[in-house]
């Protein structure tokens, strides 16, 4: 008897390995990066997964497009939503910072999965790439609001506000087990601060 996921279209099948990958992922980091843990978690034969995708590398690789991609899209919900600062963005930005559709230790036990792969493939850099350079220049579209008069180079600014919240994050992740993430807050709100008086 055919197993319920192995009628499903084509299309809906990828989604379902992807979504396997990255619930694997999050779960166990690198460890979870088993194609039989993944074909376990999708309720799917190894065979189906080959046939789906050509390497493990391609299945990471788009794997790590999508959880970007919902990064980018409840970042930007967050931001669109907040009518109080539609003329300052850059504060949604930061008060939402560690929500949890947003930033949380399970994630970044994926990203750090792939993260690590960008430095021997050049598929994941590419991909890596492209993922960097789209959330960069969302974020200065939303610096460029928010500090309209500002003489501040908005890229650097924009890479500062991504390398720090990486920093925060992984520090969270790893010290934060008895603690909430209103210290790590409280440090992107003096980021803030620093950065509204530059306008």
Not at 10 to 34: D, F, K
Not at 137 to 142: K, R, T
Not at 144 to 164: F, M, R, T
Request: glycine letters at 4%.
């Amino acid at each position: 008897m055919k197993k319920k996921s192995d009628r499903l279209p084509p299309n809906e099948r990828r989604s379902q390995l992807i979504e396997a990958t990255l619930i694997c992922l999050m779960r166990e980091g690198a460890s979870g990066l088993s194609s039989r843990k993944i074909c376990a978690q999708a309720q799917v034969s190894v065979g189906l997964l080959n046939y789906h995708f050509s390497s493990q590398e391609e299945l990471v690789a788009i794997a790590y497009e999508e959880i970007s991609r919902r990064y980018h899209e409840a970042l930007k919900a967050h931001i669109d939503a907040d009518t109080k600062n539609q003329n300052m963005p850059i504060k949604t930005l930061v008060s939402c910072a560690f929500e949890a559709d947003i930033m949380s230790p399970d994630q970044l036990r994926a990203w750090v999965v792939f993260w690590s792969k960008t430095i021997d493939s050049k598929l994941m850099r590419a991909t890596h790439g492209r993922i960097n350079q789209r959330l960069q220049n969302y974020l200065i579209q939303v610096l460029a609001k928010s500090l309209p008069n500002s003489n501040v180079d908005l890229q650097v600014l924009a890479i500062e506000y991504s390398a720090l919240t990486d920093g925060l994050w992984l520090d969270w992740s790893l010290n934060g087990e008895h603690q909430s993430s209103q210290l790590w807050q409280t440090i992107l709100n003096q980021w803030l601060h620093r950065t509204l008086m530059l306008a």
